[in-house]
């Protein structure tokens, strides 16, 4: 019956091993719920290592965080250190750097409206990126080589 229930849960979407135990934590106890979760990883319908690279792969890609946040989340979701180096290492293996990595993700989001061209437009781009994670030094390097030096300018020298 648990193992039913678990695998219901993750045919509907991926969990990290700790998410999925507070799922059943309502159901059964921690002895049954260690049973199920140990099949499950036999079975690999759960495994924490394809959960945090499908995770990072998909927040970055897509929805254009930083390295940082998606570790940061995975931390959240309770998969161990290791197992999210290797996830991100995997990653930025196929999408590059932050630099390539903020470039694809500004072309995406600019789409039909294109780059900003004026201040207004270039700081509200550095505060959705910032909120990607992004570190300043990371954001600027990569609009230098998309904006015009001079829109800019005002955003390195801190005017």
Aim: overall charge positive.
């Amino acid at each position: 019956m648990l193992l039913k229930k678990a695998g219901a849960f993750l045919a509907r979407r991926a969990y990290s091993r700790y998410d999925l135990r507070e799922k059943l934590s309502g159901i059964a106890g921690d002895v049954e719920i260690e049973s199920a979760l140990e099949r499950l990883e036999q079975l690999n319908l759960l495994n924490d290592a394809d959960y945090a690279y499908n995770f990072a792969l998909h927040r970055i890609r897509q929805q254009g965080w930083s390295p940082t946040k998606v570790q940061n989340a995975l931390l959240r979701h309770r998969v161990g250190m290791p197992v999210i180096e290797c996830a991100l290492e995997r990653v930025q293996n196929e999408v590059g750097d932050q630099t390539s990595i903020i470039l694809e993700y500004v072309q995406t989001r600019s789409g039909k409206k294109g780059l900003p061209s004026d201040q207004k437009g270039i700081r509200r781009l550095i505060l959705h990126l910032r909120q990607r994670g992004f570190d300043d030094e990371n954001i600027l390097g990569a609009l230098r080589r998309i904006i015009p030096a001079a829109a800019l300018q005002p955003f390195e020298t801190g005017d």
